[in-house]
Nanobody
Framework: QVQLVESGGGLVQPGGSLRLSCAAA????????MGWYRQTPGKQRELVAA???????NYADSVKGRFTISRDTAAKSVYLQMSNLKPEDTAVYYC??????????WGQGTQVTVSS
């Protein structure tokens, strides 16, 4: 059973924008953390942006001022608006959800490629 469904990746030119979306299954309860990570070959997965149930946000220094994370609590969805994209933003982006029961969920990953 797919728990997280991601969409929105693709190919974009430098300076362009993309919006990633992630919808959690209704069966996932008591979500307190929703975030986006990214990974490139040979590197560890890194946190890009996160938002808590209280609305607090956190961003990697490399994306501050360019990326915005938001959520729709009722829809159990999280979004990542990416602007002024750079080639170094190229990666597979993963949605991550944590709940109060200690369960952690990962999306299947969506490729973002920034290239001219």
């Amino acid at each position: 059973q797919v728990q997280l469904v991601e969409s929105g990746g693709g190919l974009v030119q430098p300076g362009g924008s993309l919006r990633l979306s992630c919808a959690a299954a209704r069966s996932i309860l008591s979500i307190y953390f929703m975030g986006w990570y990214r990974q490139t070959p040979g590197k560890q997965r890194e946190l890009v942006a996160a938002i808590t149930s209280g609305g607090s946000t956190n961003y990697a220094d490399s994306v501050k001022g360019r990326f915005t994370i938001s959520r729709d609590t009722a829809a159990k969805s999280v979004y990542l608006q990416m602007s002024n994209l750079k080639p170094e933003d190229t990666a597979v982006y993963y949605c991550n959800v944590k709940n109060l029961a200690g369960q952690i969920y990962w999306g299947q990953g969506t490729q973002v490629t920034v290239s001219s």
